[in-house]
């Protein structure tokens, strides 16, 4: 049974910064999709950067050039590494894994970005 334990949330002025990790209960991440996605209230669940088994790495363009999506397979973790965060980006974040046509998700964690 796969689990992911994400952490690292919290509230942060806008422009600062925050370092999410997913932490996974396994060697799973050499296989699949790993990604970070977010949902604000009353908005849908999104996409904001994904990393493959090969290190194959996609982001949203909300993320492209403020996001860094990462993974330390000695600590079987991946990282979302945020800069110059705005309120838009206010969310809860979930880390997703995705393997022989499953998903695995974990609890999320809250980003709260505001003045």
């Known amino acids: 049974q796969v689990q992911l334990v994400e952490s690292g949330g919290g509230s942060v002025q806008p422009g600062g910064s925050l370092r999410l990790s997913c932490a996974a209960s396994g060697s799973i991440f050499s296989i699949g999709v790993t990604g970070w996605y977010r949902q604000a209230p009353g908005k849908q669940r999104e996409l904001v950067a994904s990393i493959t088994g090969g290190g194959d790495i996609n982001y949203a363009d909300s993320a492209k050039g403020r996001f860094t999506i990462s993974r330390d397979n000695a600590k079987i973790t991946v990282y979302l590494q945020m800069n110059s965060l705005k309120p838009e980006d206010t969310a809860v974040y979930h880390c997703?894994?995705?393997?022989?046509?499953?998903?695995?998700w974990g609890q999320g964690t809250q980003v709260t970005v505001s003045s």
């Open positions: 997703n894994h995705r393997r022989y046509g499953r998903d695995y």
